[in-house]
Protein backbone atom coordinates (compact mmCIF):
# COMPACT_ATOMS: atom_id res chain seq x y z
CA UNK A 1 0.00 0.00 0.00
CA UNK A 2 2.69 2.58 0.87
CA UNK A 3 4.53 1.66 -2.47
CA UNK A 4 0.71 2.52 -4.42
CA UNK A 5 0.98 5.87 -2.39
CA UNK A 6 4.60 6.69 -2.80
CA UNK A 7 4.26 5.88 -7.16
CA UNK A 8 0.68 8.23 -7.11
CA UNK A 9 2.41 10.72 -5.67
CA UNK A 10 5.43 10.79 -7.99
CA UNK A 11 2.74 10.85 -10.42
CA UNK A 12 1.56 13.79 -9.33
CA UNK A 13 4.27 15.38 -8.57
CA UNK A 14 6.10 14.89 -12.49
CA UNK A 15 2.80 15.62 -14.19
CA UNK A 16 2.49 19.10 -12.03
CA UNK A 17 6.18 19.49 -13.43
CA UNK A 18 5.77 18.77 -16.77
CA UNK A 19 2.78 21.01 -16.88
CA UNK A 20 4.45 23.93 -15.31
CA UNK A 21 6.98 23.60 -17.84
CA UNK A 22 4.85 23.35 -20.82
CA UNK A 23 3.09 26.66 -19.22
CA UNK A 24 6.41 28.11 -19.30
CA UNK A 25 8.09 27.13 -22.25
CA UNK A 26 9.99 29.80 -24.23
CA UNK A 27 8.47 31.10 -27.29
CA UNK A 28 10.81 31.81 -30.40
CA UNK A 29 10.04 33.88 -33.19
CA UNK A 30 8.32 31.08 -35.20
CA UNK A 31 6.48 29.52 -32.61
CA UNK A 32 4.41 33.48 -31.74
CA UNK A 33 4.34 34.08 -35.99
CA UNK A 34 2.28 30.61 -36.38
CA UNK A 35 0.20 31.57 -32.92
CA UNK A 36 -0.76 34.93 -34.51
CA UNK A 37 -1.59 33.87 -37.78
CA UNK A 38 -3.94 31.48 -36.26
CA UNK A 39 -5.17 33.74 -33.55
CA UNK A 40 -5.51 37.24 -35.54
CA UNK A 41 -9.04 38.60 -36.04
CA UNK A 42 -8.14 40.60 -38.70
CA UNK A 43 -6.54 37.40 -40.60
CA UNK A 44 -9.78 35.86 -39.96
CA UNK A 45 -12.09 38.23 -41.21
CA UNK A 46 -9.98 37.94 -44.52
CA UNK A 47 -10.09 34.37 -44.48
CA UNK A 48 -14.22 35.28 -44.02
CA UNK A 49 -13.51 37.62 -47.52
CA UNK A 50 -11.96 35.15 -49.12
CA UNK A 51 -15.08 32.46 -48.20
CA UNK A 52 -17.57 34.93 -49.41
CA UNK A 53 -15.99 35.35 -52.57
CA UNK A 54 -15.56 32.10 -53.13
CA UNK A 55 -19.87 31.53 -52.59
CA UNK A 56 -19.91 34.89 -54.82
CA UNK A 57 -17.67 32.69 -57.90
CA UNK A 58 -20.26 29.38 -57.64
CA UNK A 59 -23.73 31.38 -57.56
CA UNK A 60 -22.46 33.00 -60.83
CA UNK A 61 -21.20 29.72 -62.19
CA UNK A 62 -24.44 27.99 -61.13
CA UNK A 63 -26.69 30.60 -62.36
CA UNK A 64 -25.79 29.17 -66.35
CA UNK A 65 -28.42 25.88 -64.76
CA UNK A 66 -31.98 25.93 -66.02
CA UNK A 67 -34.18 27.02 -63.16
CA UNK A 68 -37.09 24.91 -62.06
CA UNK A 69 -40.40 26.28 -60.53
CA UNK A 70 -43.49 24.41 -59.82
CA UNK A 71 -47.03 25.90 -58.50
CA UNK A 72 -49.96 24.78 -57.40
CA UNK A 73 -53.81 26.45 -57.19
CA UNK A 74 -57.36 26.22 -55.73
CA UNK A 75 -59.71 28.56 -56.98
CA UNK A 76 -63.09 28.60 -56.09
CA UNK A 77 -66.25 30.06 -57.97
CA UNK A 78 -69.41 31.57 -57.03
CA UNK A 79 -71.81 33.57 -58.50
CA UNK A 80 -71.69 34.22 -62.92
CA UNK A 81 -68.74 32.83 -63.25
CA UNK A 82 -66.91 30.28 -66.31
CA UNK A 83 -67.39 26.71 -66.86
CA UNK A 84 -64.57 24.40 -67.82
CA UNK A 85 -66.11 25.09 -71.33
CA UNK A 86 -65.37 29.12 -70.83
CA UNK A 87 -69.53 30.06 -70.73
CA UNK A 88 -70.41 32.15 -67.80
CA UNK A 89 -72.93 31.04 -66.07
CA UNK A 90 -74.82 31.16 -62.40
CA UNK A 91 -72.94 28.30 -60.77
CA UNK A 92 -70.58 27.31 -57.35
CA UNK A 93 -67.30 25.48 -58.21
CA UNK A 94 -63.42 25.02 -57.64
CA UNK A 95 -61.03 24.33 -59.92
CA UNK A 96 -57.48 22.64 -58.84
CA UNK A 97 -54.37 23.51 -60.79
CA UNK A 98 -50.88 22.40 -61.01
CA UNK A 99 -48.00 23.37 -63.08
CA UNK A 100 -44.00 23.12 -63.43
CA UNK A 101 -42.20 25.42 -65.23
CA UNK A 102 -38.27 25.64 -66.92
CA UNK A 103 -36.29 28.09 -68.35
CA UNK A 104 -32.52 28.22 -69.81
CA UNK A 105 -30.41 30.76 -71.07
CA UNK A 106 -29.43 30.70 -74.17
CA UNK A 107 -27.49 33.67 -75.26
CA UNK A 108 -26.92 37.10 -73.24
CA UNK A 109 -24.09 38.25 -74.84
CA UNK A 110 -21.71 35.94 -72.72
CA UNK A 111 -22.60 38.55 -69.81
CA UNK A 112 -22.22 35.30 -67.47
CA UNK A 113 -19.36 34.18 -68.61
CA UNK A 114 -17.17 37.42 -68.35
CA UNK A 115 -18.79 37.96 -65.01
CA UNK A 116 -17.62 34.73 -64.27
CA UNK A 117 -13.80 35.87 -64.90
CA UNK A 118 -14.41 39.23 -63.13
CA UNK A 119 -15.50 37.37 -59.88
CA UNK A 120 -12.61 34.70 -60.00
CA UNK A 121 -9.94 37.51 -60.62
CA UNK A 122 -11.70 39.22 -57.59
CA UNK A 123 -10.90 35.66 -55.45
CA UNK A 124 -7.32 36.04 -55.98
CA UNK A 125 -7.42 39.38 -55.25
CA UNK A 126 -9.05 38.55 -52.12
CA UNK A 127 -6.54 36.01 -51.61
CA UNK A 128 -3.60 38.34 -51.90
CA UNK A 129 -5.24 40.71 -49.29
CA UNK A 130 -5.49 37.61 -47.20
CA UNK A 131 -1.69 36.74 -48.09
CA UNK A 132 -0.73 40.81 -47.10
CA UNK A 133 -2.81 40.60 -44.22
CA UNK A 134 -0.89 37.78 -42.83
CA UNK A 135 2.39 39.18 -43.47
CA UNK A 136 1.90 42.58 -42.36
CA UNK A 137 0.85 40.52 -39.08
CA UNK A 138 4.36 38.59 -39.75
CA UNK A 139 6.51 41.46 -39.50
CA UNK A 140 4.70 43.24 -36.65
CA UNK A 141 5.38 40.51 -34.56
CA UNK A 142 8.69 40.73 -35.31
CA UNK A 143 9.02 43.94 -34.70
CA UNK A 144 7.50 43.31 -31.03
CA UNK A 145 9.48 39.95 -30.53
CA UNK A 146 12.93 42.21 -31.06
CA UNK A 147 11.66 44.96 -28.82
CA UNK A 148 11.34 42.36 -26.08
CA UNK A 149 14.70 40.94 -26.93
CA UNK A 150 15.43 44.86 -26.72
CA UNK A 151 13.83 45.67 -23.36
CA UNK A 152 15.70 42.47 -22.21
CA UNK A 153 19.27 43.46 -22.67
CA UNK A 154 18.35 46.70 -21.37
CA UNK A 155 16.99 45.41 -18.61
CA UNK A 156 20.27 43.08 -17.95
CA UNK A 157 22.70 46.21 -18.98
CA UNK A 158 20.69 48.26 -16.08
CA UNK A 159 20.62 44.72 -13.47
CA UNK A 160 25.03 45.13 -14.43
CA UNK A 161 25.26 48.84 -13.82
CA UNK A 162 23.00 48.16 -10.33
CA UNK A 163 26.07 45.96 -9.65
CA UNK A 164 28.80 48.71 -10.88
CA UNK A 165 26.73 51.16 -8.53
CA UNK A 166 26.82 48.61 -5.47
CA UNK A 167 31.03 48.11 -6.13
CA UNK A 168 31.01 51.46 -6.59
CA UNK A 169 29.65 52.22 -2.83
CA UNK A 170 31.62 49.55 -1.44
CA UNK A 171 34.78 51.50 -2.99
CA UNK A 172 33.48 54.89 -1.58
CA UNK A 173 33.10 53.27 2.03
CA UNK A 174 36.92 52.28 1.88
CA UNK A 175 37.91 55.15 0.97
CA UNK A 176 36.11 57.07 3.18
CA UNK A 177 37.59 55.12 6.06
CA UNK A 178 41.02 55.13 4.40
CA UNK A 179 40.40 59.49 5.03
CA UNK A 180 41.08 59.49 0.66
CA UNK A 181 37.26 60.38 0.24
CA UNK A 182 34.62 62.43 2.47
CA UNK A 183 31.48 61.65 3.82
CA UNK A 184 29.93 63.65 1.15
CA UNK A 185 31.11 61.28 -1.48
CA UNK A 186 29.42 58.47 -0.40
CA UNK A 187 26.41 60.06 0.11
CA UNK A 188 26.87 60.87 -3.43
CA UNK A 189 27.49 56.80 -4.86
CA UNK A 190 24.55 55.90 -2.77
CA UNK A 191 22.39 58.13 -4.39
CA UNK A 192 23.51 57.16 -7.68
CA UNK A 193 22.76 53.35 -5.93
CA UNK A 194 19.38 54.46 -5.27
CA UNK A 195 18.90 55.99 -8.77
CA UNK A 196 20.12 52.70 -10.44
CA UNK A 197 17.52 50.66 -8.51
CA UNK A 198 14.32 52.87 -9.61
CA UNK A 199 15.94 52.18 -13.28
CA UNK A 200 16.53 48.78 -12.79
CA UNK A 201 12.88 48.72 -11.78
CA UNK A 202 11.93 51.03 -14.91
CA UNK A 203 13.55 48.59 -17.31
CA UNK A 204 11.78 45.65 -15.51
CA UNK A 205 8.58 47.28 -16.37
CA UNK A 206 9.36 48.15 -19.52
CA UNK A 207 10.14 44.51 -20.12
CA UNK A 208 7.07 43.58 -19.34
CA UNK A 209 5.01 45.90 -21.14
CA UNK A 210 6.91 45.20 -24.17
CA UNK A 211 5.66 41.35 -23.49
CA UNK A 212 2.26 42.13 -22.85
CA UNK A 213 2.56 44.19 -26.91
CA UNK A 214 4.11 40.49 -28.13
CA UNK A 215 1.08 38.72 -26.36
CA UNK A 216 -1.21 40.91 -27.49
CA UNK A 217 -0.43 41.35 -30.86
CA UNK A 218 -0.68 37.32 -30.85
CA UNK A 219 -4.17 37.30 -28.95
CA UNK A 220 -2.88 35.37 -26.47
CA UNK A 221 -4.66 35.27 -23.47
CA UNK A 222 -2.66 33.80 -20.71
CA UNK A 223 0.53 36.14 -20.11
CA UNK A 224 1.38 35.18 -17.10
CA UNK A 225 4.01 32.48 -17.65
CA UNK A 226 4.94 33.80 -21.54
CA UNK A 227 8.65 34.21 -22.13
CA UNK A 228 10.50 34.29 -25.55
CA UNK A 229 13.40 32.36 -26.31
CA UNK A 230 16.84 34.25 -27.13
CA UNK A 231 17.90 33.35 -30.66
CA UNK A 232 21.84 34.00 -31.12
CA UNK A 233 21.66 37.90 -32.22
CA UNK A 234 25.18 38.19 -33.14
CA UNK A 235 24.73 34.86 -35.77
CA UNK A 236 21.90 37.05 -36.89
CA UNK A 237 23.57 40.33 -37.04
CA UNK A 238 26.17 38.32 -39.07
CA UNK A 239 23.97 36.41 -41.88
CA UNK A 240 21.91 40.25 -41.89
CA UNK A 241 25.11 42.15 -42.53
CA UNK A 242 26.24 39.94 -45.44
CA UNK A 243 22.63 39.83 -46.88
CA UNK A 244 21.74 42.90 -47.29
CA UNK A 245 20.74 43.44 -50.89
CA UNK A 246 20.19 47.01 -53.67
CA UNK A 247 16.90 48.46 -53.50
CA UNK A 248 16.43 47.51 -57.28
CA UNK A 249 17.27 43.94 -56.25
CA UNK A 250 14.63 44.10 -54.20
CA UNK A 251 12.04 46.25 -56.23
CA UNK A 252 12.99 43.76 -59.37
CA UNK A 253 11.82 41.15 -57.12
CA UNK A 254 8.90 42.62 -54.99
CA UNK A 255 7.25 44.45 -58.23
CA UNK A 256 6.18 40.59 -59.11
CA UNK A 257 5.06 38.71 -56.22
CA UNK A 258 4.44 41.43 -53.44
CA UNK A 259 0.06 40.42 -52.47
CA UNK A 260 -0.52 44.26 -52.68
CA UNK A 261 0.67 44.18 -56.23
CA UNK A 262 -0.87 40.59 -57.04
CA UNK A 263 -4.07 42.08 -55.86
CA UNK A 264 -4.08 45.61 -57.71
CA UNK A 265 -3.16 43.81 -60.94
CA UNK A 266 -6.32 41.14 -60.39
CA UNK A 267 -8.54 43.81 -59.68
CA UNK A 268 -7.41 45.51 -62.95
CA UNK A 269 -7.94 42.98 -65.07
CA UNK A 270 -10.99 41.93 -63.25
CA UNK A 271 -12.39 45.33 -63.94
CA UNK A 272 -12.06 45.13 -67.44
CA UNK A 273 -13.96 41.45 -67.48
CA UNK A 274 -17.22 43.82 -65.93
CA UNK A 275 -16.64 46.37 -68.29
CA UNK A 276 -17.07 43.56 -70.88
CA UNK A 277 -20.29 41.88 -69.18
CA UNK A 278 -21.64 45.09 -68.87
CA UNK A 279 -21.59 45.97 -72.63
CA UNK A 280 -23.13 42.55 -73.15
CA UNK A 281 -26.55 44.17 -72.31
CA UNK A 282 -26.43 45.67 -75.56
CA UNK A 283 -27.30 42.19 -77.03
CA UNK A 284 -30.43 40.47 -77.63
CA UNK A 285 -31.28 37.38 -74.69
CA UNK A 286 -32.31 34.23 -75.90
CA UNK A 287 -33.77 31.60 -73.13
CA UNK A 288 -35.66 28.29 -74.01
CA UNK A 289 -38.69 27.39 -71.62
CA UNK A 290 -40.91 24.61 -71.45
CA UNK A 291 -44.06 23.92 -69.42
CA UNK A 292 -46.50 21.36 -67.86
CA UNK A 293 -49.94 22.37 -66.42
CA UNK A 294 -52.89 20.28 -65.53
CA UNK A 295 -56.02 20.88 -63.52
CA UNK A 296 -59.07 19.84 -62.32
CA UNK A 297 -63.11 21.42 -62.04
CA UNK A 298 -65.63 20.71 -60.02
CA UNK A 299 -69.27 22.18 -60.24
CA UNK A 300 -71.37 22.13 -57.44
CA UNK A 301 -74.63 23.50 -59.39
CA UNK A 302 -74.73 20.66 -61.91
CA UNK A 303 -78.71 19.57 -62.24
CA UNK A 304 -80.18 16.10 -60.78
CA UNK A 305 -78.73 12.99 -62.56
CA UNK A 306 -75.65 15.00 -64.15
CA UNK A 307 -72.25 14.42 -62.41
CA UNK A 308 -68.38 15.88 -62.92
CA UNK A 309 -65.74 13.86 -65.12
CA UNK A 310 -64.01 11.78 -62.94
CA UNK A 311 -60.55 12.90 -61.44
CA UNK A 312 -58.47 10.00 -64.30
CA UNK A 313 -60.31 11.72 -66.87
CA UNK A 314 -59.99 15.39 -66.19
CA UNK A 315 -56.44 14.62 -65.21
CA UNK A 316 -55.67 13.19 -69.26
CA UNK A 317 -58.04 15.99 -70.49
CA UNK A 318 -56.72 18.85 -68.91
CA UNK A 319 -53.32 18.57 -69.15
CA UNK A 320 -50.87 20.49 -71.36
CA UNK A 321 -46.92 20.52 -72.28
CA UNK A 322 -45.20 23.83 -73.58
CA UNK A 323 -42.11 24.17 -75.33
CA UNK A 324 -40.39 28.23 -76.49
CA UNK A 325 -37.91 30.54 -77.37
CA UNK A 326 -38.01 33.80 -75.93
CA UNK A 327 -36.03 36.31 -78.01
CA UNK A 328 -35.57 39.74 -76.08
CA UNK A 329 -34.06 42.55 -78.04
CA UNK A 330 -32.79 45.52 -76.17
CA UNK A 331 -33.94 48.91 -77.56
CA UNK A 332 -34.15 51.60 -74.84
CA UNK A 333 -33.78 50.76 -71.47
CA UNK A 334 -33.29 54.82 -69.91
CA UNK A 335 -29.81 54.86 -70.80
CA UNK A 336 -28.99 52.63 -68.13
CA UNK A 337 -26.81 50.11 -70.15
CA UNK A 338 -25.14 53.41 -71.64
CA UNK A 339 -24.08 54.42 -68.01
CA UNK A 340 -23.15 51.63 -66.57
CA UNK A 341 -20.69 50.90 -69.54
CA UNK A 342 -19.13 54.25 -68.91
CA UNK A 343 -19.16 53.55 -65.00
CA UNK A 344 -17.14 50.11 -65.93
CA UNK A 345 -14.50 52.12 -68.16
CA UNK A 346 -14.10 55.28 -65.38
CA UNK A 347 -13.24 52.07 -62.89
CA UNK A 348 -10.70 50.75 -65.37
CA UNK A 349 -8.84 53.89 -65.16
CA UNK A 350 -9.43 53.91 -61.49
CA UNK A 351 -7.93 50.45 -60.98
CA UNK A 352 -5.02 51.37 -62.87
CA UNK A 353 -4.24 54.14 -61.00
CA UNK A 354 -4.30 52.25 -57.79
CA UNK A 355 -1.97 49.76 -59.69
CA UNK A 356 0.52 52.86 -60.55
CA UNK A 357 0.11 53.73 -56.77
CA UNK A 358 0.73 50.22 -55.48
CA UNK A 359 4.05 50.12 -57.26
CA UNK A 360 4.96 53.78 -56.41
CA UNK A 361 4.40 53.13 -52.68
CA UNK A 362 6.32 49.74 -53.10
CA UNK A 363 9.20 51.49 -54.56
CA UNK A 364 9.51 54.20 -51.83
CA UNK A 365 8.97 51.36 -49.11
CA UNK A 366 11.84 49.31 -50.66
CA UNK A 367 14.32 52.27 -50.99
CA UNK A 368 13.46 53.45 -47.16
CA UNK A 369 14.39 50.06 -45.98
CA UNK A 370 17.34 49.78 -47.91
CA UNK A 371 18.66 52.79 -46.49
CA UNK A 372 17.24 52.52 -42.94
CA UNK A 373 19.10 49.46 -42.98
CA UNK A 374 22.36 50.67 -43.92
CA UNK A 375 22.28 53.54 -41.32
CA UNK A 376 21.41 51.16 -38.97
CA UNK A 377 24.24 48.81 -39.91
CA UNK A 378 26.39 51.73 -39.43
CA UNK A 379 25.12 53.43 -36.34
CA UNK A 380 25.73 49.63 -35.12
CA UNK A 381 29.45 49.22 -35.76
CA UNK A 382 29.95 52.58 -34.61
CA UNK A 383 27.72 51.99 -30.78
CA UNK A 384 30.06 49.37 -30.58
CA UNK A 385 33.21 51.52 -31.00
CA UNK A 386 31.79 53.50 -28.29
CA UNK A 387 31.14 50.49 -25.75
CA UNK A 388 34.26 49.40 -26.14
CA UNK A 389 35.99 53.05 -25.75
CA UNK A 390 33.31 53.70 -23.05
CA UNK A 391 34.04 50.22 -21.26
CA UNK A 392 38.21 51.75 -21.43
CA UNK A 393 37.54 54.48 -19.81
CA UNK A 394 35.96 52.86 -16.93
CA UNK A 395 38.33 50.40 -16.02
CA UNK A 396 41.07 53.54 -16.16
CA UNK A 397 38.64 55.61 -14.05
CA UNK A 398 37.85 52.95 -11.72
CA UNK A 399 41.33 52.33 -11.26
CA UNK A 400 41.57 56.24 -10.62
CA UNK A 401 39.29 55.94 -8.15
CA UNK A 402 40.38 53.33 -6.09
CA UNK A 403 44.22 54.98 -5.54
CA UNK A 404 41.89 58.10 -4.42
CA UNK A 405 43.17 59.92 -7.64
CA UNK A 406 39.48 61.11 -9.10
CA UNK A 407 36.66 62.08 -7.36
CA UNK A 408 33.02 60.56 -7.34
CA UNK A 409 31.54 62.83 -9.23
CA UNK A 410 33.97 62.37 -12.22
CA UNK A 411 33.64 58.56 -12.00
CA UNK A 412 29.76 58.21 -11.69
CA UNK A 413 29.97 60.41 -15.39
CA UNK A 414 32.38 57.68 -17.15
CA UNK A 415 29.99 55.11 -15.60
CA UNK A 416 26.51 56.56 -16.80
CA UNK A 417 28.74 57.42 -19.87
CA UNK A 418 29.38 53.67 -20.04
CA UNK A 419 25.80 52.40 -19.24
CA UNK A 420 24.09 55.28 -22.27
CA UNK A 421 26.61 53.55 -24.83
CA UNK A 422 25.49 50.48 -24.11
CA UNK A 423 22.28 50.93 -23.97
CA UNK A 424 22.23 52.87 -27.41
CA UNK A 425 24.60 49.91 -28.62
CA UNK A 426 21.42 47.30 -27.53
CA UNK A 427 18.77 49.61 -29.54
CA UNK A 428 21.17 50.15 -32.36
CA UNK A 429 21.56 46.41 -32.58
CA UNK A 430 17.71 45.36 -32.87
CA UNK A 431 17.13 48.31 -35.14
CA UNK A 432 19.58 46.85 -37.62
CA UNK A 433 18.09 43.52 -37.15
CA UNK A 434 14.25 44.80 -37.89
CA UNK A 435 15.50 47.01 -40.73
CA UNK A 436 17.31 44.46 -42.53
CA UNK A 437 14.81 41.94 -41.65
CA UNK A 438 12.55 44.28 -43.49
CA UNK A 439 14.74 44.54 -46.64
CA UNK A 440 15.13 40.80 -47.05
CA UNK A 441 11.33 40.67 -46.52
CA UNK A 442 10.94 42.62 -49.37
CA UNK A 443 13.25 40.71 -51.67
CA UNK A 444 11.35 37.85 -50.77
CA UNK A 445 13.16 35.84 -47.46
CA UNK A 446 11.33 34.67 -44.97
CA UNK A 447 11.02 36.09 -41.92
CA UNK A 448 11.71 33.13 -39.83
Same mark, same amino acid.
Given at each position: ?142 ? $? ?41 ? $? ?94 ? $? ?11 ? $? ?152
Amino acid at each position: MKKIVLLSAILFFSGSLLTAQSREKAWTLEDCIEYSLENNIGVKRYELAKENQEITVETTRFSRLPDLSASVGQTFYFGRTPDRDGIYQDQTGSNSSLGINTSVNLFNGFQVTNRLKADKLELQAAVEDLNRAREDLSLAVTG $YYLQVLLSRDLYEIALDQLGLNKKQVEQTEILVEAGKSSESDL $YDARSSLAQQQMQVTESANNLQLALLDLTQTMNLTDVKHFDVSVPDVSEMISREAAGLVLPSEAYHYSVTQRPAIKAAEYRLEGSEMSLKATQGAY $YPSLRLGAGYSNS $YYFNYSLAAGMSNASLADQWAQNSAQSVGLSLSIPLFNKMETRNRVRSARLNIQNQELLLDQAKQDLYKEVQQAYYNAVAAHEKYKSSQMAVEAASLAYEYEEQKYEAGRSNIYTFDQVRLRLSSARSEAAQAKYNFLFRSRILAFYNGVSLL
